[in-house]
């Protein structure tokens, strides 16, 4: 048997480069992947191919395909805590059928990345969801998966891995940058990933997702004013109370529910959508009460998504 030479040393290359040949634990989901691949890849060749009721269209006199098309593209991203142990224990999970959950990618407390998924396909990660009019985010988004168990802090390498991945999706498809959004964000009622210590903040500064300006808390929050309790003989001196709280000087017609609706959030159960707001862009005292400064950022953030 002759061998191709070059053929044989591109193959022990990807070897080295990629897997390093040790034996995939995979291999039989894998084939289960191709295979349903395979049956989309069919689907995609039946022409013309009838949406559902469209036999009882008025049809025209031929089929004509058009010459000028792509697939289809994402354009946001939707990032997710794990809430499992390890990314093995995730990697079983979303090969199991049965749990009917999967992401396009998930990356490891390792920074290893693992891509599950062509991201022209659609994998099943935002569940009953909603962002301003987008009802169907599994449709729209590519979905990240950071193994975390919850409740943790993510590592350094993960979030190295993270922003290179987001990189490689912002330029690849032009994903506008409010577009960077959390499971918490489009899911208020059900979900709170990624959690309180993910680093929104420094994934804004990357050009993945909004955050609120430098300055904005000074700018608007003042201490509220002193009471003067005064005696009305005249006699007694005031008494004069400074309160411990600020009051900030946003304009008074402001509507928190309104501008939480503009950015994106679901607020048909307002307290969910407050606590998603203040997991995301506040990050302490995760609760339901917009305080002042809470008012302060989501009127700045409201802005920027006008
Ligand atoms: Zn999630």
Same mark, same amino acid.
């Given at each position: 048997?002759?061998?191709?030479?070059?053929? @044989? @040393?591109? %193959?022990?290359?990807?070897?080295?480069?990629?897997?390093?040949?040790?034996?995939?634990?995979?291999?039989?989901?894998?084939?289960?992947?191709?295979?349903?691949?395979?049956?989309?890849?069919?689907?995609?060749?039946?022409?013309?191919? /009838?949406?559902?009721?469209?036999?009882?269209?008025?049809?025209?006199?031929?089929? %004509?395909? +058009?010459?000028?098309?792509?697939?289809?593209?994402?354009?946001?991203?939707?990032?997710?805590?794990?809430?499992?142990?390890?990314?093995?224990?995730?990697?079983? +999970?979303?090969?199991?059928?049965?749990?009917? %959950?999967?992401? *396009?990618?998930?990356?490891?407390?390792?920074?290893?990345?693992? *891509?599950?998924?062509?991201?022209?396909?659609?994998?099943?990660?935002?569940?009953?969801?909603?962002?301003?009019?987008?009802?169907? @985010?599994?449709?729209?988004?590519?979905?990240?998966?950071?193994?975390?168990?919850?409740?943790?802090?993510?590592?350094?390498?993960?979030?190295?891995?993270? /922003?290179? !991945?987001?990189?490689?999706?912002?330029?690849?498809?032009?994903?506008?940058?409010?577009?960077?959004?959390? *499971?918490?964000?489009?899911?208020?009622?059900?979900?709170?990933?990624?959690?309180?210590?993910?680093?929104?903040?420094?994934?804004?500064?990357?050009?993945?997702?909004?955050?609120?300006?430098?300055?904005? /808390?000074?700018?608007? /929050?003042?201490?509220?004013?002193?009471? !003067?309790?005064?005696?009305?003989?005249?006699?007694?001196?005031?008494?004069?109370?400074?309160?411990?709280? +600020?009051?900030?000087?946003?304009?008074?017609?402001?509507?928190?529910?309104?501008?939480?609706?503009?950015?994106?959030?679901? +607020?048909?159960?307002?307290?969910?959508?407050?606590?998603?707001?203040?997991?995301?862009? !506040?990050?302490?005292?995760?609760?339901?009460?917009?305080?002042?400064?809470?008012?302060?950022?989501?009127?700045?953030?409201?802005?920027?998504?006008?």
């Amino acid at each position: 048997m002759k061998y191709n030479a070059s053929a @044989l @040393l591109s %193959v022990l290359l990807a070897c080295a480069t990629l897997t390093a040949c040790t034996p995939n634990p995979y291999a039989s989901t894998n084939k289960a992947h191709h295979k349903q691949v395979k049956a989309f890849a069919k689907q995609l060749r039946v022409t013309p191919a /009838l949406t559902p009721g469209e036999e009882q269209l008025k049809q025209g006199d031929y089929w %004509v395909g +058009t010459t000028n098309f792509s697939m289809r593209r994402p354009n946001f991203v939707v990032i997710h805590h794990t809430a499992q142990n390890s990314t093995e224990q995730t990697l079983n +999970t979303f090969t199991q059928p049965s749990t009917q %959950v999967s992401a *396009h990618y998930v990356i490891g407390r390792d920074g290893k990345v693992y *891509h599950m998924l062509n991201d022209n396909l659609r994998a099943w990660h935002g569940g009953a969801a909603r962002w301003g009019n987008d009802t169907d @985010l599994n449709s729209s988004s590519i979905g990240i998966e950071l193994d975390n168990n919850g409740a943790e802090p993510f590592s350094e390498a993960q979030t190295a891995s993270l /922003l290179q !991945v987001l990189d490689m999706l912002k330029k690849t498809y032009n994903i506008p940058t409010a577009n960077f959004i959390g *499971h918490s964000d489009i899911a208020p009622t059900r979900k709170n990933d990624p959690n309180h210590t993910f680093p929104w903040k420094k994934l804004a500064e990357h050009g993945y997702g909004l955050w609120y300006d430098e300055g904005i /808390l000074e700018k608007y /929050l003042q201490p509220a004013a002193p009471i !003067v309790i005064s005696d009305s003989t005249g006699t007694a001196p005031a008494i004069i109370l400074q309160p411990q709280d +600020t009051v900030s000087t946003i304009p008074f017609i402001f509507n928190p529910k309104e501008a939480l609706r503009i950015i994106g959030f679901d +607020t048909r159960d307002l307290p969910a959508a407050i606590r998603a707001f203040k997991l995301h862009f !506040v990050q302490d005292e995760v609760n339901d009460v917009l305080t002042e400064k809470d008012k302060v950022i989501l009127y700045n953030l409201y802005q920027k998504y006008m």
